[in-house]
């Protein structure tokens, strides 16, 4: 049964909502957290701590997680688990004594044009900003009000940006690590911990990469929305000095229109030589 006929299922039960919970694979499967069950798993317990769906009681996903030994879905229950709750690495360092926490990301490690943009950001302890998430997920809109809100209420923020001829020099993984060394000296006021997405870091401050850190941290959301809105406005620039390339839509990206741009126009300083198409176009060129 998938999600749909589990609720058709329990409304034929008529089970009292307010004393049986819904466990197990079920809850799994309602929390979209796995794909179908055999049966329907339920026990009358009013007590228990719940999650409410449709009305119903399921068993809240601590709960789910002790239970669970499928790798998969652990990962699921652990990623859904640290949405609900953003703030929750800031929250232990601050426990342990850490006051500046430091947030980085980047943007800008696929495209074609340009450079990679990072951030540092230093959120207060208290801070709130409903809806902020990884940059990718926001509208432009969204992101260019929290770009502003966020240097508003920040303790520290820093920016680094390597062009596009040091990244062809190094590669876009050291450059990148390169941008976010950048981003954190670039703060006035220097953290004391940070938090990167997935990315090692060779700095005299304690560092702890987190994989999908753009969502499960408040802080490296908040660094990927000012990385987002600073490089695209770069690209903007760029635009009006070569719109047949489209950068205003593409940032960079190698789009079917960028694509076409390069084998009519040729490519421009701005363009990464080490990235493949633009590599193929200079290796044609030379035939």
Known sequence: MKKKEIFLKLNELNLDKKEYIIIGDTALVCLGLKKEVDEIEYIKDNKKDYIEVNGYRFETLEDLLKKETDKSIIKKIQLKIDLEDTYKNERELHKEGYKLIGG????????????????????????????LTDSKKLTEKKRDYFFEEIKK????????????????????????????????????IKPDYVLTDAMKLDIDIPVRPIIKGDLRSITISAASVLAKVTRDRIMYELDKKYPMYDFKNNVGY?????????????????????????????????V
């Open 104 to 131: 980085v990301d980047e943007v800008g490690r696929g495209p074609l044009v340009g450079p990679v943009v990072t951030a540092c950001v230093i959120l207060p302890e208290k801070f709130n900003l409903d809806g």
């Open 153 to 188: 209420q920040a303790i520290s923020y820093g920016i680094g940006i390597v062009d596009e001829k040091r990244i062809d020099e190094i590669n876009i993984y050291e450059a990148t690590k390169e941008a976010m060394i950048k981003a954190i000296n670039n703060c006035n």
């Open 254 to 286: 190698p789009t079917k229109k960028h694509l076409e741009a390069i084998e009519k126009y040729g490519i421009i300083d701005e363009h990464r030589r080490s990235y493949g198409p633009v590599k193929e176009y200079l290796e044609n060129k030379k």
